[in-house]
């Protein structure tokens, strides 16, 4: 058991009616790894964590977890799953630590590995000095820290997040990614959406990308970005230089302007002419992203 | 391994979770179970009763407050899994939240259903005590007796609620619920006079409402008056039978709106 996956999903389908939200996708999901599912909204990102979760059907397809199938999920394996669910759905009534000590017990843990485990959690999302604070007073940022400590009261295995930083500032998204990179290195396994690219080029070991209920492609942000935008990416702008227009370029129009994906620099600034109007920056994921999933916007 | 069962835990953590919110409101849901049966029994004992010398063989006094202990726990009890279990479900989330845990629906509907049980009992026993001092106890204790009847009977008005909470997509959605169950057990089931007033066709609706079979049992137990063992079976059973059907109900529903 030890090399199998922690999650393994083959043709993995969700409909809701006629709604097929999910189209029979096939992801692994590896011990101690960080892999982030990447797609635009309503590419089917919660509903498949809700699957891993137990908390959505299976409509057809496989998907097990720590090798066991969700339909047959017991109590031993729920245990070791912690979700950061995209809504906050913290307890309004009750406060910071109390709502910690809840969740603890739906656990099934002690009040004495409460009573330890509250004020640990609480510092290790720097929310030590709002221990008896009500939900309604936190910030956003503290709720969504509030979240995720929550998720870890049970001390699992697998952590299921979903946006975890969206909403965030700067600092506190800084100050989670350190700790979800420390939930790594302890040998925890992390699932993860996320709509910032920097977020998902740090921490993710894989990444998914999903739309429409598909999986577009899958590797490393190294391999992504190699795969789909070379390593440069030069934005020409309208109208452009002779000689540009060719379909010899790895190129893509984007209204304005000419995107020219190139292995390196070189290859396009020696026919670039000299006054060409042009940008010129290292491709990064943001760009695999657009490139796989479309410019347009997702209001549907 | 202990002798209670694993998931009885997991349903009395969901029942703390009450708990630990009733605590922090502790002093308004006192002042509320204190004041509302005085109110009531202002109103009856004062008003009303000063008409009636008697009635089934008590006075009025000891044949409403009963009634109205029977009335407050419905009330309680149906208030605290629709408005109550709704704004849980619905608005803020922390069903979900539950059942990405170890609990289980069934736990976690069970945990509501207790608490709301419980919420039932205290203020039962508030309009007991009240009640009492009144006057409004003859046998005080039949009426301790009478409070597990209303204990059992509360764990159905609980799921009743449910099965509102398992249909609504608003809190308007409630309105129905409380004219057209709620009240109608107020009127219908002989709070505050005999059910016998009413033609034999009423009285079918009457008998189909929990509440009356409530009020059947624990009306002779607090006025310290002979119960019927068979008639008080039969009360027991239609009250069991009904807790379980809206139970389930209440289940299914709410299952496939959660998880397909
Ligand atoms: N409970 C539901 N009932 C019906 N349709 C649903 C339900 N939940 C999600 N959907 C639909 O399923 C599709 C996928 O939604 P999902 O929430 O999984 O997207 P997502 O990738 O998480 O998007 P976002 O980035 O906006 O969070 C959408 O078309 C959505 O409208
Ligand atoms: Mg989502």
Known sequence: MADSPIIAARALIKRYGKLEAVKGIDFAVERARCIGLLGPNGAGKTTTMRMVMGLATVSAGELTVFGVPVQKMDRQTKAKIGLVPQENSLDPDITVSENLAVYGRYYGLSAAVIAEQVPRLLAFMQLQGRASARVIQLSGGMKRRLVIARALIGDPELLILDEPTTGLDPQARVMIWKQLMELKKQGKTLLLTTHYMDEAQRLCDRIIVIDHGEILDEGTPGQLIARHVKGHVF????????????????????????LYYVQSPPDILNELPDDAVYLHRPANLEDVFLRLTGRKLRET | MSLVPRGATYTTAVTWRQYLVWRKLLWSSLATNIANPILFLFAFGFGLGRFIDSIDGMTYLAFVVPGMIAYSAMFSASFETTIGSFSRYYMHRTWDATLATPVTLVELLLGEVVWAAVKSLLSALSVLAIGWVWGGIPSVSGALLALPVVFVASIGFACYGLVATS??????????????????????????????????????????????????????????????????????????????????????????????
């Open chain 1, 235 to 258: 934005e020409v702008q309208k109208p452009l230089p002779n000689g540009m227009a060719d379909g010899s370029w790895d190129q893509e129009d984007i209204g304005d302007a000419i």
């Open chain 2, 167 to 260: 249909l609504a997509r608003g809190y308007e959605f409630f309105s129905y619920f409380f004219t057209f169950w709620v009240t109608p057990m107020f009127v219908f089931s002989g709070v505050f006079f005999s059910i016998e007033r009413f033609p034999p066709g009423v009285q079918v609706i009457s008998w189909l409402l929990p509440m009356t079979h409530l009020i059947a049992v624990i009306r002779p137990l607090s006025a310290g008056l002979p119960l019927d063992p068979g008639w008080t079976l039969l009360h027991l059973g239609y009250l069991v039978a009904l807790t379980v059907v809206a139970f389930l109900f209440a289940y299914a529903k709410i299952r496939r709106r959660i998880f397909d």
